[in-house]
Nanobody, 115 residues
């Protein structure tokens, strides 16, 4: 089993920055993809960013140039650096892991951007 634990959410002003963390534990893996999704009340979960073990990254058009996802470090932690935050970035952010034909999700962390 794999457990994903997110942290780093909070309240920031428009134009500010925030860094989210996702720590994976419980199983060793090599070929994988990790990413972030977000969801607001009444809307479907939206793709934000993704990174493969190779280092290739993918971003939603709405966050390109503002968000950066990191490659997992020695502690199996992935970061999402969010800069130039906008009120429309407000959502619950979820970490996602895909490997071995399975998909895993974290519990979510709230990000609120005030204007």
């Amino acid at each position: 089993q794999v457990q994903l634990v997110e942290s780093g959410g909070g309240l920031v002003q428009a134009g500010g920055s925030l860094r989210l963390s996702c720590a994976a534990s419980g199983r060793t893996f090599s070929f994988y993809a990790m990413g972030w999704f977000r969801q607001t009340p009444g809307k479907e979960r939206e793709f934000v960013a993704r990174i493969r073990w190779s280092g290739d990254t993918y971003y939603a058009d709405s966050v390109k140039g503002r968000f950066t996802i990191s490659k997992p470090n020695a502690k199996n932690t992935v970061y999402l650096q969010m800069n130039s935050l906008k009120p429309e970035d407000t959502a619950v952010y979820y970490c996602n892991l895909e490997f071995g034909g399975s998909s895993w999700w974290g519990q979510g962390t709230q990000v609120t951007v005030s204007s």
